[in-house]
């Protein structure tokens, strides 16, 4: 079985600063795994995804993971955060035989301060 | 429509009715799951469908879920003898191809109230 989790289920930054987002993963098979962001009132987005190819990720809106297996995790990170990232953010897995049944961690609500 | 869309956005009942949530997903797309997230938590996996078969229904919580996609489309969800416990923002996913590893997107769910 898989599982995600998601360090700190709120995180405030300052506008600017770095954005860190953690997230670990358990599974007992290589996994697939992903960041969806949610804005208040909307349906989930998917920012990237790691699929065993580079382990390096970038995603829509600056947005970059790095999956590292010896730490089982794959962390969510930015460099300059904007007041319109302020939003609810989700990591997910799956495996190859799961049909993409994805698996999501708690969630962490990014705040950005002015 | 461009995206996945599911009716009603909001529904409202009481507690021992039956209710139906709809999904309506990107045309052409042959995979469809449905979750359900609690207040204050991440998407919990409820059932998955390829085509017209549900290939997963392991999170469905007990025998009061039930799911249908009789043409491969249009997907309902069915909650008989509703819980206060059932109250949550039910969520519709589709993605086009098989295996699901492609984006799957997601509609902005059904917020179910059970009175």
């Known amino acids: 079985a898989q599982s995600v989790t998601q360090l700190g289920s709120h995180v405030s930054v300052s506008e600017g600063a770095l954005v860190l987002l953690r997230c670990n993963y358990s599974s007992s098979v290589p996994p697939y795994l992903f960041w969806y962001v949610q804005y208040p009132n909307q349906g989930l987005q998917l920012l990237l995804k790691y699929t065993s190819a580079a382990t390096l990720v970038k995603g829509i809106n600056g947005f970059e993971a790095e999956f590292k297996k010896s730490e089982t995790s794959f962390h969510l990170t930015k460099p300059s955060a904007h007041m319109s990232d302020a939003a609810e953010y989700f990591c997910?897995?799956?495996?190859?035989?799961?049909?993409?049944?994805?698996?999501f961690g708690q969630g962490t609500e990014l705040s950005v301060k002015p | 429509g461009a995206g996945v869309s599911q009716t009603p956005s909001n529904k409202v009942t009481e507690k021992g009715k039956y209710v139906e949530l709809r999904c309506d997903p990107i045309s052409g797309h042959t995979a469809l799951y449905w979750y359900r997230q609690s207040l204050g938590q991440g998407p919990e996996f409820l059932i998955y469908?390829?085509?017209?078969?549900?290939?997963?229904d392991s999170g469905l919580p007990n025998d009061r879920f039930f799911a249908v996609r009789p043409e491969g489309s249009v997907s309902t969800l069915k909650i008989q003898r509703t819980e206060r416990g059932d109250s949550a923002v039910y969520l519709c996913?589709?993605?086009?191809?098989?295996?699901?590893?492609?984006?799957?997107?997601f509609g902005p769910g059904t917020r179910l109230t059970v009175l």
């Open positions: 997910a897995v799956t495996t190859y035989n799961q049909g993409g049944k994805l698996i």
């Open positions: 469908f390829q085509g017209t078969g549900a290939a997963d």
């Open positions: 996913a589709s993605s086009s191809k098989p295996g699901g590893l492609d984006e799957q997107f």
